[in-house]
Each structure stands twice: as structure tokens, then as C-alpha cells.
């Protein structure tokens, strides 16, 4: 008897700590920053995005839009929910044939990730968030 109380007490210990929940259920990040030179020479893939591909990508639009005042180098991030975020890997995939490749958007080119597998990101304030935000480079935000 004892031990099945302190099975439920570990279990309710974990659940209230967020262990019970579903690794499908991770944000997914939405990264755009604009392309440098040297990879809008070098990429097999230039991909322009229409104005109706963006209407249905609301969240892309949105970092699209940003980076375009974002200081080079900088990645503009947001977080979307899976299904948000599937769906847009898998249109760009089918437009271009790959998801990470130079984009065009209003006159100038970009590099788009969308990062969906076991990564999730916070922001610095520790929750989740659907609104744009500009991040440092990868190597300075560890």
C-alpha cells in the first residue's frame, strides 16, 4: 500500500511539472533573417513567395516583414503550434522543393527555417509566444 502512494505522489510530482506533456505539442520555430551574398550566389534554390502563398502563412508574413528592417545576421524567430508549423514546412517544400532555400519577398532574398523535430523554443521571458521577435545569431543566444 505504501508503495502505490509514492508511485502516485512521483506521478502527481510530475505531471504538475509539466512531464506528462506530449512531445507533438512543442512549439515550432519559424525563423527568417535575410540571405547574405555569398548564399544567394551559392543556393541551388531561389524560391519567390506570393502574395497569396504568404496570406496562407500568416506567421511567415509576419518574420518575413521584420526581418526586412532586422540588422544583417539577425534571425527574426516565432513560435507557431505543430500542425501551424508542419503545414508550413510542407507548403514551402512543395514549392521549392526544400524548405531550407533562398526565398524572394519584396525585392529582396531570405533564408527561412522551419525548425519542427524535438526543438523547442522559449523566449527569454519563458513562455511561449506567437508574436515576432528578433533574436542574435545561433551561437550567441546559447
Known amino acids: 500500500m505504501r508503495r502505490r502512494t509514492v508511485l502516485a505522489a512521483v506521478a502527481a510530482l510530475a505531471a504538475g511539472s509539466g512531464c506528462s506533456r506530449v512531445v507533438g505539442d512543442d512549439p515550432v520555430e519559424v525563423r527568417v533573417r535575410r540571405a547574405s551574398e555569398a548564399a544567394v550566389e551559392n543556393a541551388d534554390v ?3 513567395l506570393s502574395a497569396t ?3 496562407a502563412h500568416p506567421a511567415l508574413e ?3 516583414s521584420s526581418a526586412t528592417t532586422a540588422p544583417d545576421g539577425e534571425w527574426v524567430v516565432t513560435d507557431v ?5 508542419e503545414a508550413l514546412r510542407a507548403d514551402l517544400r512543395e514549392r521549392c522543393g526544400q524548405v531550407d532555400a533562398i526565398y524572394r519577398y519584396d525585392g529582396d532574398e531570405y533564408r527561412v527555417r522551419v525548425l519542427v523535430d524535438g526543438h523547442t523554443v522559449q523566449n527569454r521571458n519563458g513562455s511561449a509566444s506567437s508574436e515576432a521577435i528578433r533574436r542574435g545569431r545561433p551561437q550567441e543566444r546559447t
Request: proline share 7%; hydrophobic share 30%; with cysteine.
Open 81 to 85: 503550434d505543430r500542425e501551424t508549423g
Open 46 to 48: 531561389h524560391c519567390p
Open 53 to 55: 502563398f504568404l496570406e
Open 62 to 64: 509576419r518574420v518575413l
